[in-house]
């Protein structure tokens, strides 16, 4: 899985001093449509829209760019996300930030990860408020680091008045396990008698998941060329439209 937070620096190179992205995708917006006749539907916006970011360092290397260079102008493009999504009134987005497997890479990277993170919480906040943008996370944020918690969970609480755009970062955050974690949790309620086996659905399930605050996705963005979900919202983006990108 490519998560934002994703860089594998090679030797020599600088680590960037803001957020790594994994991100570089520009939001063209195309030129408005006519008016649809009087009395006609307009095409409704989609609600939810979540993105798998994949392909900054190849961007950067393509253009003979360090590849900490790409992960920099992924950080912007995230900005830009943001403010296209704000003044197209699409009120959820949804990053893969980082996922539950990206435990496994090597723990120089991880940690170099983490201090971006937390250099991103830090450094954005202001900008965040002032569009707008109540910050939340979905995964499992106690598997973080100390520090990189703290400043993820400052984020979030000085972000909470945001009413115009809702952005979910999904942190140690993998599609099987927040089933396998809430199905546990309905498991339980079962064993001690809370809840009988026949009033087991999918609306009680979604009440378990990570993610239960948000809508189902309605747009599934994957950048950088790849054609796979990744482990990424299985059960909210069941019925979501994809959109395979081929840019990094």
């Given at each position: 899985m490519s998560a934002f937070l994703h860089?594998?620096?090679?030797?020599?190179?600088?680590?960037?001093a803001g957020i790594s992205v994994r991100l570089s995708l520009t939001l063209t917006l195309p030129a408005p449509a006519p008016a649809p006749p009087t009395g006609s539907p307009a095409r409704?916006?989609?609600?939810?829209?979540?993105?798998?970011?994949?392909?900054?360092?190849?961007?950067?290397?393509?253009?003979?760019?360090?590849?900490?260079?790409?992960h920099a102008e992924g950080a912007r493009a995230v900005r830009r996300a943001l403010e296209a999504t704000g003044k197209l009134g699409v009120p959820y987005l949804?990053?893969?930030?980082?996922?539950?497997?990206?435990?496994?890479?090597?723990?120089i990277e991880v940690e170099a990860l983490m201090r971006l993170l937390t250099r991103f919480a830090r450094k954005e906040q202001a900008?965040?408020?002032?569009?707008?943008?109540?910050?939340?996370?979905?995964?499992?944020?106690?598997?973080?680091?100390g520090s990189t918690r703290r400043a993820v969970e400052h984020l979030v609480a000085a972000t909470a008045g945001g009413t115009r755009t809702t952005l979910s970062l999904a942190l140690s955050y993998?599609?099987?396990?927040d089933l396998a974690r809430a199905a546990r949790r309905v498991a339980e309620e079962v064993a001690s008698g809370r809840l009988q086996p026949e009033e087991v659905s999918e609306a009680?399930?979604?009440?378990?998941l990570s993610t239960h605050g948000l809508p189902d996705v309605d747009l599934l963005i994957r950048t950088g060329g790849e054609s796979r979900v990744s482990d990424f919202l299985l059960f909210e983006a069941a019925y979501a439209v994809l959109a395979l990108l081929l840019v990094m």
């Open positions: 860089t594998s620096s090679t030797k020599g190179e600088t680590p960037p409704p916006l989609p609600k939810h829209v979540a993105i798998i970011m994949d392909g900054n360092g190849r961007w950067a290397q393509s253009r003979g760019k360090l590849r900490w260079e790409g949804t990053l893969y930030a980082f996922s539950v497997n990206n435990w496994n890479r090597p723990r900008e965040l408020i002032q569009q707008g943008v109540r910050v939340q996370v979905v995964g499992t944020l106690e598997d973080l680091p993998g599609g099987r396990n009680h399930l979604r009440q378990h």
